[in-house]
């Protein structure tokens, strides 16, 4: 759906400054720090001096070394235990709960359905990478596993399609004209005008990942996918709505006339390599590429993840990462707009 793969530059992990420096006042967030430290619940407590900083005294108090990833994640968990808004924000003198290793994990790993590891594992690494709040990820995964439902996806190919549109539901993802974790576009009939925001598609990128979900649920019946295309209404449920149709349905709706495998989809301007035939951009797009692309990126993106967050990968997954090694980062990076979003 975006004009532009977004390019990695786009897509770092949101870091707290290590220099925001803690100040005094500010009555608040005291309140805050305060209604936290009383409820107990487990973890030492650590006096705030000028001059700390949050992801300074996460690394300082940590009883083993964190990756970026990591140290993001427990900074997100030791903010949230404390209460606080602002995590660039702390106060001299006040104290903070660290909580500990085991309650961190607790907290950072909520009850998820595993029937749905490409979605749990997609959740997972944007939390690393703060795209979602830790308390926000329940939320996230029954909204997109409510929404499969509805339009009869796979909260897999969800996750999958994210992946490609947005580094895996950044909800700041952009590159100028379109935004969000599945890329609104600007542009009459076109995404950010499907779901009442023409003219407005920047706003997108403001909103959470929970609030975005509720504008794809709305895009996807606009779209009516699952659905006849010509029923205004349909009581039936959804059939069954494969990846290459769902990501037809956020990339180009119109392509989805096509229903041969291996026919080249008529999809203007240039795409991410991976959607091509052999991955290479001399070659037309086909639904059986699209498809393959979207897996082969989705399992070499989340193998790197685990591989940076010390998680070991499955013999399965191990050999699948080597298989598609030749798909790499490039693929993301384009100088030329995807065109033809949003066309009927």
């Known amino acids: 759906m975006s004009t532009l793969p977004i390019t990695t530059a ?17 009555s608040g967030f005291s ?5 936290a430290q009383k409820k107990g619940d487990g973890g030492p407590r650590v006096q705030i001096e000028p001059g700390d900083t949050l992801r300074g ?13 990591q140290l993001n994640q427990r900074v997100a968990l030791v903010a949230q235990a404390n209460g606080l808004s602002d ?10 709960r660290m909580p500990s290793a085991e309650a961190s994990n607790a ?10 590891k490409v979605l749990n594992q997609t959740l997972d690494r944007a939390v690393a990478k703060g795209y979602i709040a830790p308390r926000d990820k329940p939320v996230v995964e029954q909204r997109i596993v409510a929404m499969g439902k509805r339009h009869g996806f796979s909260p897999d190919d969800f996750a999958r399609v994210a992946l490609m549109e947005s580094d895996g539901l950044n909800p700041k993802a952009t590159n100028g004209r379109c935004h969000g974790i599945i890329q609104f576009c600007e542009g009459i009939a076109r995404g950010a005008d499907s779901v009442g925001l023409r003219g407005r598609a920047h706003e997108i990128a403001q909103m959470s990942v929970p609030q975005q979900l509720k504008l794809v649920d709305r895009y996807l019946d606009d779209v009516r ?40 989809l008529d999809i203007a301007g240039e795409q991410a390599r991976a959607l091509y035939v052999d991955a290479n951009r001399d070659n037309a797009i086909t ?57 009927p």
């Open 10 to 26: 786009n897509l770092d992990t949101p870091k707290v400054p290590e220099r925001a420096r803690a100040t005094p006042g500010g």
């Open 31 to 35: 309140q805050a720090l305060q209604a």
């Open 57 to 69: 005294l996460v690394r300082a108090h940590s009883p083993v070394p964190l990756n970026e990833p």
């Open 87 to 96: 995590p660039n924000k702390i106060i001299a003198g006040q104290f903070l």
């Open 107 to 116: 907290a950072a790993t909520p009850r998820s359905n595993s029937h749905y």
């Open 225 to 264: 996918v699952g659905r006849p295309p010509s029923a205004s209404t349909d009581p039936r449920p959804p059939h069954r709505v494969a990846l290459d149709d769902l990501y037809l349905s956020v990339l180009t709706p119109s392509a989805r006339r096509e229903k041969r495998t291996d026919v080249p």
């Open 287 to 343: 639904r059986e590429s699209l498809s393959q692309g979207l897996n082969r990126h989705a399992n070499r993106v989340l193998s790197q993840h685990q591989a940076q967050s010390g998680k070991p990968m499955s013999n399965e997954r191990q050999q699948l990462a080597a298989r598609n090694s030749y798909v790499d980062v490039a693929m993301l990076d384009s100088t030329a707009a995807k065109a033809g979003l949003r066309n």
